[in-house]
């Protein structure tokens, strides 16, 4: 199956410059930035700046270059916040949502680095 990608999604517009986003890093290949309605203090999205929809989508089709440099943004956002757990920090949770079952609203792949309160146990029933 061919992956597929919409460029009208909001984070493409973001990436395009087309609307404003508060910006946290960015590198060559990864923008990080906080989310507009945040669920905790520190709520950050990091996404690619290639376009892939969903977790499966990067992983499976992005370069070396572009997933080193993902996760090494997302370990640097944590350095940032203060949050590592073991280093000073609380801690916190990183999510990615794919698709309908995983609820993801957003169809360009992001990782939500979530930390500030406890978060709860990972999943309602609802
Ligand atoms: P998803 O449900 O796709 O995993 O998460 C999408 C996230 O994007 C939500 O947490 C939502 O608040 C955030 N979001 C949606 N539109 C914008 C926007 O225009 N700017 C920013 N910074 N975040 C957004």
């Known amino acids: 199956m061919a992956y597929a990608y919409d460029p009208t999604n909001i984070f493409a517009r973001i990436l395009r410059g087309e609307i404003p986003n508060n910006t946290v890093l960015e590198t060559e290949h990864t923008l990080a930035f906080r989310d507009i309605a945040p669920q905790a203090p520190d709520h950050v999205l990091v996404i690619p700046k290639g376009p892939y929809a969903t977790f499966d989508h990067f992983s499976n089709e992005a370069s070396d270059a572009e997933i080193l440099d993902f996760y090494r ?31 993801q609203d957003v169809p360009h792949f992001h990782m939500h680095i979530l930390a500030g309160r406890v978060l709860g146990r990972m999943l309602s029933r609802g």
Do not use: D, W, Y
């Not at 370990?75 to 990615?96: D, N, W, Y």
């Open 73 to 103: 943004t997302a370990g640097q956002v944590c350095k940032m916040l203060g949050i590592e757990p073991g280093e000073g920090g609380m801690g916190f949770r990183a999510i990615t949502n794919s698709g309908e079952h995983g609820v």
